[in-house]
């Protein structure tokens, strides 16, 4: 019985054969060889079966990025059961809607994150099967053979189209939805990857995305333990940490949100320390604003930008550093093995040469579906391509800017205005750290814009100042009619601003500090 080609299981068992000895993971300083990783994957995996788990059954975790659940993915891989990762940074509320959306087989919590899970799970019609993970390892937790389970197991192969991960999206215009990724979508996504951003068994990668997020498997994380490489692991993105991490373990590449290395740039540390071995980074979720850009040019790093969803497992558009430099907005091209198109947001027709309108992706890292949510998975998945939802622009020479999620685009005066637009050229204000444009309704114009931003260090606030910029780079009826400096922008698990909560802050002037970041 001979698992598929594309499965990810064949990964560390390929590794233990190869480089046993290398070390896959460095978790806080705790180690694990290949060789161990392999060994203890496939004994967790054999232990699930003999307890009546079968292909297609899910795994569900609320912990913190670990070892542990890197052995508890392979696992799942071999043994063709479906990984669910839960966000820890979840209220109660929420996160029983997930558990309950997922339905799993097993919850699998982290002793720190034991009172949330109990009321999470005081919110269910009924309890799930749960343990906790202790110090004892991950291996140690499975449960005895289901209750009722009188006959043997049957066993099967485990195949490309099986389901490994179901990762839910952020959902920043409503309930969270459960992505369906399958071995197939995993094993093409890191290809594409490796053609643009290689990674050998040398390298060194730190992984700071949560390994609730997609980012935290299919960016880097798999695609190095695929080619033999070592991955540092860290629960949580702290900027003073990661910046001795780089320079004390040696790392070659990372990847991030433009916020983490905006947050690493001001650090006080920044400038002294040894960034010599970092001669790449991956910036996802956002374009890198050109002042941030050049600050780590100067640093002697190179940046390849790209733009990825959930549902595309993630990779789809890419923007390498040598391009990155020239082309400040833009998302790139297509991935290798990613085919996307450009469609009028209003007939759905395909569009040719230079265009505007939705961004289509097809290809075999498209995900299966949502899980037990047929509806929502015939609205995304229509004609044979994934409708993203993202409005792009399309130049001459086939490169990509994503210029906003069609739902967030207001209309000011008859004219469309792209919130995105707004905010890459408030951006460029020195006194501007971060900031989030949202259209409010008006009695004149329809509707007008509001920026809420968060102050540089060093700065206090002048509206004044900051429109008046605007006036000189944006058409009038773009410029914001009402600006709100703010502590922070909240922000859902993915990065994406939470364009909701800022206008429910608008019409009821709720404190913003008590509205808070989802993270």
């Known amino acids: 019985m001979t698992d598929d080609l594309h499965t990810l299981g064949r990964w560390t068992r390929d590794r233990a054969r190869t480089t046993p000895e290398r070390v896959a993971v460095d978790d806080r300083g705790v180690t694990l060889r290949y060789r161990d990783l392999d060994d203890r994957a496939g004994d967790l995996a054999a232990a699930f079966r003999a307890a009546g788990f079968g292909v297609g ?18 696992a799942c891989a071999q043994a063709g059961l479906v990984l669910v990762p839960l966000s820890w940074r979840l209220a109660p509320r929420e996160l029983a809607a997930q558990l309950q959306r997922a339905d799993p087989a097993l919850l699998l919590v982290e002793d720190e994150f034991q009172t949330l899970a109990t009321d999470a799970q005081s ?13 004892r390892g991950v291996e140690t937790v499975v449960p005895s053979p289901r209750r009722g389970w009188d006959e043997p197991l049957v066993a099967r192969s485990v195949q490309d189209d099986d389901p490994l991960l179901i990762v839910f999206t952020s959902g920043t215009l409503g309930p969270a939805k459960g992505v369906v990724l399958t071995h197939s979508n995993c094993f093409w996504t890191n290809l594409s990857l490796s053609r643009i951003t290689e990674i050998t068994s040398k390298d060194v990668v730190l992984s700071v995305m949560p390994q609730y997020h997609v980012g935290g498997w299919n960016i880097q994380p798999l695609l190095a333990w695929w080619m033999g490489a070592t991955v540092v692991l860290e629960r949580t993105f702290d900027p003073g940490r990661v910046l001795h991490l780089i320079a004390d373990r040696r790392i070659t590449t990372m990847m991030g949100v433009p916020a983490n290395y905006l947050f690493l740039a001001q650090h006080p540390d920044f400038a002294a320390t040894d960034l010599s071995s970092l001669n790449h980074a991956v910036v996802g979720g956002a374009p890198m604003p050109a002042p941030l ?4 040019h100067a640093r002697g790093v190179a ?3 790209g733009y990825g969803l959930t549902e595309a497992s993630p990779n789809v558009l890419c923007l390498p550093d040598d391009e990155a430099r020239s082309m400040v907005g833009y998302a790139g091209k297509p991935y290798p093995h990613v085919e996307v198109a450009v469609a009028d947001p209003v007939t759905g027709d395909l569009l040719g040469g230079a265009a505007t309108g939705e961004l289509l992706v097809r290809g075999p890292g498209v995900f299966s579906g949502y899980f037990r949510a047929p509806e929502e998975t015939a609205r995304t998945l229509r004609g044979g391509w994934l409708h993203t939802g993202d409005l792009v622009r399309r130049d001459e020479h086939g490169y990509f800017a994503v210029i906003d999620r069609l739902t967030d685009i207001f ?6 205005v792209a919130p995105a637009e707004v905010e890459t050229v408030l951006i460029e204000h020195a006194a501007v750290a971060e900031v989030a444009v949202i259209g409010v309704p008006h009695e004149r114009w329809g509707e007008v814009g509001v920026a809420f931003i968060v102050l540089a260090p060093g700065f206090s606030p002048d509206e004044v100042d900051v429109l008046a910029y605007a006036r000189t780079q944006l058409a009038a009826f773009k410029v914001p009619a009402f ?9 859902s698990l993915g990065n994406k ?12 002037g709720l404190d913003f500090e008590k509205i808070g970041n989802e993270h």
């Not at 850009?293 to 780590?296: K, Q």
């Open 57 to 74: 059954d899910r795994v569900a975790t609320i912990t913190g990025n670990s070892s542990d659940q890197v052995v508890l993915f392979f």
């Open 123 to 135: 919110r269910l019609p009924e309890p799930l099967p749960s343990t906790l993970l202790g110090v």
């Open 293 to 296: 850009l050049r600050t780590w």
């Open 303 to 305: 940046l390849t930008q």
């Open 411 to 416: 209309i000011s005066g008859g004219e469309s």
């Open 483 to 491: 600006v709100r400096f703010v502590p922070e922008i909240p922000r």
């Open 497 to 508: 601003v939470l364009r909701r909560q800022l206008l429910e802050h608008w019409h009821h």
